[in-house]
């Protein structure tokens, strides 16, 4: 699995006009899932994201009990190493991504995040301003 983090003042997912997820003040998490990744790996990246010290003052977002939007994004193991058109065969397929997405929400929410969510195999618009700006790639 892996997760581009970014500190943010707000961010939000619209579906068909209507805004399904948003935070203010939290982190926005970018989440793609590849082949091999399961259960456990989705646990352990939920909680390394969750305590990660990118917030002001070196903080988490534990610590500070900031909100965290997870929107899925198979795209983030898009491989340009030959040509031009981007390859996605190391992303999971979606039948195997989905229930990882959902074990990592359920697994913030375990630890006591406030999450709000995109939505699975939807066209999605993602508004976010980061703030700092931070932004961290963590891969498990």
């Given at each position: 699995?892996?997760?581009?983090?970014?500190?943010?003042?707000?961010?939000?997912?619209?579906?068909?006009?209507?805004v399904?997820?948003?935070?203010?003040?939290?982190?926005?998490?970018?989440?793609?899932?590849?082949?091999?990744?399961?259960?456990?790996?989705?646990?352990?990246?939920?909680?390394?994201?969750?305590?990660?010290?990118?917030?002001?003052?070196?903080?988490?977002?534990?610590?500070?009990?900031?909100?965290?939007?997870?929107?899925?994004?198979?795209?983030?193991?898009?491989?340009?190493?030959?040509?031009?058109?981007?390859?996605?065969?190391?992303?999971?397929?979606a039948?195997?991504?989905?229930?990882?997405?959902?074990?990592?929400?359920?697994?913030?929410?375990?630890?006591?995040?406030?999450?709000?969510?995109?939505?699975?195999r939807?066209?999605?618009?993602?508004?976010?301003?980061?703030?700092?700006?931070?932004?961290?790639?963590?891969?498990?």
């Amino acid at each position: 699995m892996r997760a581009l983090v970014q500190t943010v003042s707000r961010a939000s997912v619209t579906v068909d006009g209507e805004v399904v997820g948003a935070v203010a003040d939290g982190l926005l998490v970018l989440l793609g899932v590849t082949h091999g990744d399961d259960a456990a790996v989705a646990q352990a990246l939920a909680r390394k994201v969750y305590e990660l010290r990118i917030l002001d003052g070196e903080r988490s977002a534990a610590e500070l009990r900031a909100p965290v939007l997870v929107v899925s994004q198979f795209t983030l193991y898009g491989q340009v190493r030959k040509g031009r058109r981007p390859s996605w065969a190391a992303a999971a397929p979606a039948e195997v991504a989905e229930p990882l997405v959902t074990t990592f929400c359920a697994a913030l929410r375990t630890l006591g995040a406030t999450v709000a969510t995109g939505a699975f195999r939807a066209h999605m618009l993602v508004e976010s301003v980061n703030v700092g700006p931070r932004t961290v790639i963590v891969d498990l």
